[in-house]
């Protein structure tokens, strides 16, 4: 076995602020580039050596290969210790978890998330830090500094190490733990929710379908759901992480699982279906012929939270990124608690968790979480929705119909324009820019504008400033419009639009989202000439 030292040239590194890197599979896979990449996150955290990191991904493909070559590169660069997941499987927030509770210096995850997988999708490494959340813009930028002017990486030439096996192994000076990736998450779900109730439930005849989109949670939910819980065998579908997750886009949301969303809306449908994607952080919820949205769903559980054993002190605060709808801060105002309003992405939470000023945190795109690791957690939404229900012994659509009527509903719906061209996507922006100070008082489809701004926000703990997080047209009367540019698309620009408006009429809350949100839509595309400047007759995806 032989350290040897490889000449390379800079790469185009992620995006500064995002936390980490997704690609092309094709492009990770070409000459010296995940080494590349690899190195400058070593750079960027002051190296390895001496240190212990944990190792783990989604299993989409290249996820074993590159599994390897970040075991080299650390040996021969002189880390301690790597815990990594058998088959180098780990979901996301497992690997919070497994950070956080071995105190290691932070970890890498393998993986781009929701984005599909295979040969010619996507593939994706993250840093996640000691506190077990995703590395902050302070260190994404100096890992981006490094990939601008890497010269070179150390890697040992070395056989594979074998990762099938539970138990220790090594590479050079370096030890390998190889560990079950789901006991110790499986444990801590354990420890937070009431099991006894949730399995009494399903020993009652309540029916669960989990869809795993063939992605890493199958083996969790298998685990805890059919295993520990008593859910009936086949509960868990998709169950088995597959490379291409079986063709199909990993992502919860009613487009994509639109397998599930056909069964919950059919005859014979079971009483709760859940969905999580690629890397196992984002969930969807849906009941018999009653879909969730995130921002009910992190609403609903901030109200109920007190239900579930690890949370029946009550909570220290919530917070919710910027483009979430405003539901949970209803509940917020209704029992007095701290809410926080942050960009998108959940690192802008980690402050807030670590300090004890919020206990329960989500966004709109499908991520709720808890304190109990520093990522959104798929199968963690589940349980608490099922020991919430266990506890209520209500159906999905009667907890939506009491929430809605102490609370008022705030009508909720995204729409992404993928793949838009870079320079049509800023013009939108740039020109919604200009005209913050005249949109106030104007009409656009029946409503009238109150505000226009721009989001930035400064860190309540750190004091870290971030400008330029999203455009928000306010109307009177309630109702939002926000225009953002995606900062995880692979190919061109994906312009988000997020679109709400509040109902405190019950006579008038059980409309489809799209009819009650009309004039908002018509408004937003007004404003912003989204048709015109983008070319398209509407949107790519609505959720
Ligand atoms: C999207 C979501 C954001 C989420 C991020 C990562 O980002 O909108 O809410 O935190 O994905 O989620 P963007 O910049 O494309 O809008 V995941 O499940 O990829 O870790
Ligand atoms: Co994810």
Same mark, same amino acid.
């Given at each position: ?360 945190? !989500?966004?709109? #795109? /499908? +991520?709720? @979480?808890?304190?109990?690791?520093? %990522?959104?957690? $798929?199968?963690?939404?589940?349980? &608490? ?77 750190? !004091?870290?400033? #971030? /400008? +330029?997080? @999203?455009?928000?047209?306010?109307? %009177?009367?309630? $109702?939002?419009?926000?225009?953002? &540019? ?58």
């Amino acid at each position: 076995m032989e350290r040897i030292t490889v000449q390379t040239t800079p790469i185009e590194g992620q995006k500064p602020g995002t936390s980490g890197l997704r690609k092309k599979t094709n492009v990770f896979m070409a000459l010296h580039f995940l080494e590349n990449f690899v190195q400058a996150i070593f750079t960027g955290i002051g190296g390895v050596a001496g240190k212990t990191l944990v190792l783990g991904g989604d299993g989409r493909y290249f996820n074993d290969r590159a599994a390897q070559v970040i075991l080299r590169m650390a040996a021969a660069q002189d880390c301690a210790k790597i815990i990594v997941g058998r088959d180098a499987l780990m979901s996301t927030p497992a690997a919070s978890n497994m950070i956080r509770i071995r105190k290691t210096d932070g970890g890498i995850i393998m993986s781009a998330s929701h984005n599909p997988g295979g040969p010619k999708e996507d593939f994706g490494v993250k840093f996640n830090t000691p506190n077990g959340g995703p590395a902050p813009e302070e260190v994404t930028n100096r890992i981006f500094e490094a990939t601008k002017v890497i010269e070179s990486y150390d890697i040992m030439q070395a056989q594979d190490v074998d990762l099938s096996q539970i138990g220790e192994t090594s590479l050079g000076d370096m030890a390998i733990e190889v560990v079950d990736p789901v006991a110790d998450y499986a444990a801590l779900m354990e420890k937070l929710f009431d099991f006894g109730a949730i399995a009494a439930l399903f020993e009652s005849g309540f029916r669960i379908r989990f869809d795993a989109m063939h992605a890493i949670t199958g083996p969790y939910a298998k685990s805890i759901l059919e295993d520990r819980l008593g859910a009936p065998a086949g509960s868990v579908v998709n169950a088995v992480p597959s490379p291409d997750f079986g063709g199909g886009h990993p992502d919860p949301n009613p487009i994509w699982a639109k397998d599930l969303m056909d069964i919950m809306y059919g005859a014979d449908a079971p009483d709760f279906g859940a969905a999580s994607d690629g890397d196992g952080d984002r969930n969807m919820i849906v009941g018999k012929s009653a879909y969730v949205t995130p921002s009910d769903s992190l609403a609903l559980l901030a109200a109920n939270a007190h239900l579930a054993p690890g949370y029946s002190e009550g909570l220290a605060g919530v917070a919710r990124s910027m483009p979430t709808s405003g539901a949970v801060d209803r509940v917020a105002a209704k029992r007095g608690l701290d809410c926080y309003e942050t960009p998108t992405g959940w690192k802008f939470f980690g402050n807030l968790l670590d300090a004890g000023r919020a206990t329960l945190c !989500g966004e709109e #795109s /499908a +991520g709720t @979480g808890s304190d109990h690791v520093r %990522e959104k957690d $798929g199968l963690w939404a589940v349980l &608490l929705w099922l020991n919430i229900l266990a506890k209520t012994g209500k159906s999905v659509q009667q907890m939506l119909d009491d929430h809605w009527a102490e609370f008022g509903r705030n009508y909720y719906s995204r729409h992404d324009y993928e793949g838009v061209d870079n320079a049509a996507a800023e013009g939108l922006m740039d020109a919604l820019r200009a005209r913050f100070s005249t949109l106030p008082g104007q009409s656009f489809a029946g409503r009238t504008v109150a505000s226009a701004d721009e989001f930035s926000y400064d860190d309540p703990v750190d !004091g870290s400033h #971030s /400008a +330029g997080q @999203g455009i928000r047209i306010g109307f %009177e009367g309630g $109702g939002r419009v926000v225009f953002r &540019l995606s900062g995880t698309g692979t190919v061109g620009a994906t312009l988000r639009v997020y679109l709400e408006d509040l109902c405190e009429d019950s006579a008038e809350m059980h409309k489809d989202p799209q009819e009650a949100l009309a004039d908002i839509i018509a408004a937003a595309d007004a404003i912003a000439g989204i048709r015109e400047r983008t070319g398209r007759d509407g949107p790519d995806v609505r959720t």
